[in-house]
């Protein structure tokens, strides 16, 4: 069981360049993500910089084959010294492919980790992080 357990978690960072729009490349088909912080690597002028997120999702929960997809900008957070890190939770199912937006003259470092489709829960998700892998030490 404790083998299993194993591959479900799986940390990853990525840089995105100030004033581009990066999509968020999943590891595995049907994997979710979650988004766990944001740092601002450097800024050329001292103005905040603020990252969104680009999600395509369903308006229903079981969407039809030819059910459109709708697109959303949501603000992530916004960012205003270098080298700042704030922590987020955005949970980010597999059907989503979100793109990352940086407005603003800095590079951003993202956070997080994708997880096996139905691993992360949100409301036992920070409990539940590092118990697993203390579990598996034994």
């Not at 194993?6 to 840089?15: I, L």
């Not at 729009?21 to 601002?40: N, R």
């Not at 603003?104 to 096996?116: L, P, R, W, Y």
Request: charged share 40%; aromatic share 8%.
């Amino acid at each position: 069981m404790a083998e299993e357990e194993e591959g479900q978690f799986t940390s990853f960072k990525f840089t995105v360049k100030a004033n581009t729009t990066q999509e968020l490349k999943y590891e595995q088909e049907g994997d979710d993500c979650l988004l766990t912080s944001v740092k601002l690597l450097n800024c050329k002028d001292n103005k905040p910089v603020k990252v969104f997120l680009k999600i395509k999702d369903f308006k229903d929960e079981a969407p039809a084959e030819d059910a459109k997809l709708q697109t959303r900008k949501d603000e992530l957070i916004t960012l205003t010294k270098v080298n700042e890190e704030k922590e987020v939770e955005q949970y980010l199912p597999y059907c989503m492919s979100p793109f990352v937006i940086v407005e603003g003259n800095g590079d951003v470092e993202i956070s997080g980790v994708f997880a096996d489709k139905g691993m992360i829960q949100m409301d036992d998700y920070e409990e539940e992080e590092y118990e697993i892998e203390e579990e598996d030490a034994e």
